[in-house]
């Protein structure tokens, strides 16, 4: 599993979360709402320090990470965090591991 973050989605951090350098945002699994992965629960983001990180993404040093207690939700997928114009809010997108060419 990896995570990638565009540039749109990293400035939404910066200027929502107010996420700085140094920093670190993680995704993680909260009960309600549903997901293309599993339903009744989706994914939730919060600044946080990494405790056991599973997945780490390093980008413009803040570091994005998924906790070892929530790598189940993904489910054999790569995480893509993009931003929704429309929404003006991070869309995610799951990337399923065997479809991604080397």
């Not at 405790?51 to 994005?64: K, L, R, S």
Request: glycine share 6%; proline share 4%.
């Amino acid at each position: 599993m990896n995570i990638t973050v565009t540039d749109e989605a990293k400035k939404w951090f910066k200027e929502e979360m107010q996420v700085q350098a140094g920093g670190s945002v993680r995704f993680y699994v909260r009960y309600g709402g549903s997901s293309p992965l599993h339903d009744g629960f989706s994914l939730g983001v919060t600044k946080d320090d990494p405790i056991e990180p599973v997945v780490t993404a390093t980008y413009d040093d803040v570091t994005y990470f998924v906790e070892e207690k929530d790598v189940w939700y993904f489910d054999g997928h790569h995480l893509k965090v993009a931003f929704d114009e429309k929404l003006k809010e991070p869309a995610y997108e799951y990337i399923k591991e065997s479809d991604v060419k080397d």
